[in-house]
């Protein structure tokens, strides 16, 4: 056995297993990787897309909402909507649904459907969770800025009336003791297919001479 440190000779009578790697793979390692990607790829490019089809919209809702919109509001709208979403106090489950909205299976923005940063770029103002206490100022805050004509959609129980926090030291209610609600999406939480037949029957109402 050779003493730490010293070096094995060819005639020591040891092997070194010393082995380096290959920076580049081998061409056999490239054919396995090409022949298990390819068939991949063609069942990507020939299947069907994931996207789900838009939900069917209830024409009385379509028609409530409708009667709220004049001439000149249509006419500024289009068949386009712009969303600010505000939780004022929720558990986050609604937001995990309403964020489903913008993955290639929902993909709202098909219909002409999109999240906006700024109230001021929207036309409707999505509200999630209970309406607490210490956020009523900074909703007023938002709806206050955005232009006319301009929807209020409660999202969810909590929103509606305070779903299960209702009647707590903190909460004041749902989204309407704060602000005119136009249309309510029930559920807790409500799925993204709820969401999104809302906010069709919305655009369907803008769409409607």
Not at 77 to 87: F, K, N, Y
Not at 92 to 102: G, V
Not at 142 to 154: E, G, L, R
């Amino acid at each position: 056995m050779p003493a730490r440190g010293s070096r094995i000779g060819p005639g020591d009578g040891a092997t070194c297993r010393c082995t380096t790697r290959s920076a580049t793979a081998s061409p056999s390692a490239k054919s396995r990787t090409t022949e298990v990607l390819w068939p991949r790829l063609i069942r990507a490019l020939l299947s069907h897309p994931v996207t789900a089809p838009g939900p069917h919209v209830p024409p009385d809702t379509v028609s409530a909402l409708g009667a709220r919109l004049d001439a000149a509001a249509r006419a500024r709208l289009g068949r386009s909507l712009a969303i600010r979403s505000v939780d004022t106090g929720s558990c986050n489950a609604c937001e995990l649904e309403a964020n489903a909205l913008q993955n290639p299976v929902h993909d709202l923005e098909r219909f002409g459907l999109r999240f906006v940063a700024s109230p001021r770029h929207a036309d409707v103002l999505l509200v999630t969770g209970p309406l607490t206490a210490n956020m009523r100022e900074a909703l007023e805050h938002t709806y206050a800025a955005m232009p006319a004509p301009k929807w209020v959609v409660a999202a969810g129980d909590c929103a509606i009336d305070g779903g299960v926090f209702k009647g707590t030291y903190a909460v004041e209610g749902g989204a309407g003791a704060a602000l005119p609600v136009d249309l309510v999406i029930p559920g807790c939480p409500p799925t993204p297919e709820q969401f999104l037949e809302g906010l069709l029957a919305i655009l369907e109402a803008e769409g409607r001479p």
